[in-house]
T-cell receptor, first 111, second 112 residues
């Protein structure tokens, strides 16, 4: 079946870069999304990458995709306290029409 | 309009009540989803509708009954729920080609 693995916790200092990593198993994933979830809130779509791309930059966010290894990363430049949240890497399985969630990575930003 | 709107935001219901959750989008998306999220856990898929037809039911108990009356609207009918069904219920929609995949803010359900 489909599986997504992320490290559970990341702590960074304000102003540093954060890198959140993700591996997935479904090779039919066409789009891979990154969502942010703050406490008690819904899921905010941050960015996505199409499976035939290897990099996408969107302001402070950079997504890298290694399709061969099924590895995805999200880099947040100049991390701020407002970036503290849970981040989900979510492959879209076109074959199954599913958005597949891993456990999420809790990002804590400290002064 | 890039929004998925869910109502109500909060709902408290007794175990014998019948209630419905509503989800609406006006982006022309033809795939719509219900997810359930317990505290400190990732969302779990419940149902997928594609072109207004139920395409995936992840073995959800029959006390949850989805309905897609038209391409913009998705309902989740609730009946005889248990306290362990208390959770955040999230609706999502995905556009053609999957370049857009948006979630609503969720309905926080408490079953007493």
């Amino acid at each position: 079946g489909e599986d997504v693995e992320q490290s559970l916790f990341l702590s960074v200092r304000e102003g540093d870069s954060s890198v959140i990593n993700c591996t997935y198993t479904d090779s039919s994933s066409t789009y891979l999304y990154w969502y942010k979830q703050e406490p008690g809130a819904g899921l905010q779509l941050l960015t996505y990458i199409f499976s035939n791309m290897d990099m996408k930059q969107d302001q402070r966010l950079t997504v890298l995709l290694n399709k061969k290894d099924k590895h995805l990363s999200l880099r947040i430049a100049d991390t701020q306290t407002g970036d503290s949240a849970i981040y989900f890497c979510v492959p879209f399985s076109g074959g199954y029409n599913k958005l597949i969630f891993g456990a999420g990575t809790r990002l804590a930003v400290h002064p | 309009d890039t929004e998925v709107t869910q109502t109500p935001k909060h709902l408290v219901m007794g175990m014998t009540n019948k209630k419905s959750l509503k989800c609406e989008q006006h982006m022309g998306h033809r795939a719509m989803y219900w997810y359930k999220q317990k505290a400190k856990k990732p969302p779990e898929l419940m149902f997928v509708y594609s072109y207004e037809k139920l395409s995936i039911n992840e073995s959800v108990p029959s006390r949850f009954s989805p309905e897609c009356p038209n391409s913009s609207l998705l309902n989740l009918h609730l009946h005889a729920l248990q306290p362990e069904d208390s959770a955040l219920y999230l609706c999502a929609s995905v556009g053609q080609g999957a370049t857009e995949a948006f979630f609503g803010q969720g309905t926080r359900l408490t079953v007493v």
